[in-house]
């Protein structure tokens, strides 16, 4: 079938709208009619770091109404509403106990640019396009495996629920499944987008008595405050690490860094307390740390977390309730765009003006 997607046709260009082909779906697969998309900063590095073979549909965090079902689902049927998440093989020891954000194929799935028989849906002019995620959700339609594809409230606004399949679910995840704080604890936030903001509401779910934001932008950090932080910190214009250990008595319990920043990681670390955690979120380059001083001294864990350790059709339909009992209000983090603005949508993440930028693909 004829669709529309938004193209990257080579590293670092700007997204071009255009017709291309979609294959029908195959077995175990959906055929889904995309309503909504959320804008990733993985998105903008698949364009500007070519970490996903191009020519390329990206997008990986769709939301829709099931339009056809492949032989083999049974799980999924046509009208259902659904947020599209990342691929996963189904059948390896890390997918079969629960971790399929570990996945032994995972990078070969999201990044490879194929579907996971292999073969490509996405083509244009005879030519194939890659597959980003498991789905391309930047088009008027997509195909995911039925492992992929969420079913969700249709009680819920539909075009709202797609950054639930990645950076919502990463930040609240990451607390909720990884380093589940227990009650009364402490907890430091480094970074408040909008993995930064999932982790502070989820903080604030489980009842951790201190949640600190810690940003260089006051704006964030205000939101940080009416989402459940009871400590902000801009991080250019104070001592960190000082403050965050004079409020809490020697430092916190927890920390998330979605920075990928490495002296905001060094930070993280640093502001535990003695036998502290650390989860590790953001996109870290090569960095130094004092591994003495700064973790074993102390008996500190360091930990990287991926999409938040969640099993999606599991805590996406949990995060779902929250949001509608009032308790994960991550409707506030969000501004619509047009399809064919999609170019100002990722302008507007990059340069801060929106934390979670959500494009509508159709009406």
């Known amino acids: 079938m ?5 193209i990257t046709h080579a590293q670092g260009e700007p997204f071009k709208i255009e017709e291309v082909e979609l ?4 077995s175990n697969e959906v055929l889904v ?10 998105d903008a590095v698949a364009r500007d770091a070519a970490i996903a073979p191009l020519p390329a549909v990206l997008g990986h965090e769709g939301s829709g109404i099931v339009e056809r079902v492949g032989e083999g689902v049974t799980t999924i049927q046509p009208g259902d509403h659904v947020v599209l998440s990342f691929a996963h093989c189904g059948h390896c020891e890390n997918c079969l106990t629960g971790h399929p954000t570990v996945c032994e194929t995972f990078n070969d799935l999201n990044f490879g640019g194929i579907n996971d028989d292999h073969t490509h849906r996405l083509s244009q002019d005879g030519k194939d396009l890659s597959t980003f995620f498991g789905q391309s959700s930047f088009g008027t339609y997509a195909i995911s495996h039925e492992r992929n594809v969420v079913k969700v409230d249709k009680d819920v606004d539909l075009a709202l629920l797609g950054p639930l399949g990645c950076g919502i679910q990463t930040g609240a995840g990451t607390v909720l499944n990884r380093i589940q704080p227990e009650f009364g604890s402490t907890i430091a936030i480094y970074g408040a987008g909008a993995v930064g903001l999932s982790a502070i509401m989820a903080a604030a779910i489980v009842g951790c008595k201190t949640i600190i934001a810690v940003d260089v932008h006051d704006s964030r950090l205000e ?22 250990k004079a409020i809490t008595n020697g430092g916190t319990h927890y920390a998330v860094d979605t920075t990928g920043v490495p002296p905001v990681v060094r930070q993280c670390l640093q502001a535990l307390r003695p036998l502290g955690t650390a989860a590790i979120v953001g996109v870290t380059p090569e960095m130094t740390i004092d591994v003495h001083n700064d973790l074993m001294a102390e008996g500190k ?6 999409e938040g350790d969640a099993v999606p059709r599991v805590f996406i339909p949990q995060l779902v ?3 509608k009992a009032g308790k994960f209000p991550f409707d506030k983090l969000v501004k619509y765009f047009e399809f064919d603005q999609i170019n100002e949508a990722f ?14 693909i159709q009406q």
Not at 23 to 26: E, I, N, T, Y
Not at 33 to 42: L, Q, W
Not at 347 to 360: F, H, M, R
């Open 2 to 6: 004829k669709i529309k997607a938004a």
């Open 23 to 26: 294959a029908d779906p195959k």
């Open 33 to 42: 009619k995309i309503v909504a998309s959320g804008v990733c900063h993985t």
């Open 223 to 244: 939101l940080a405050k009416k989402l459940g932080a009871t400590h902000t910190f801009n991080g250019s214009k104070v001592d960190v690490v000082k403050e965050i």
């Open 301 to 306: 864990t360091m930990m990287g977390v991926i």
């Open 321 to 323: 309730e929250y949001y």
């Open 347 to 360: 302008e507007a993440s990059k340069n801060g003006s929106v934390i979670k930028p959500i494009l509508k």
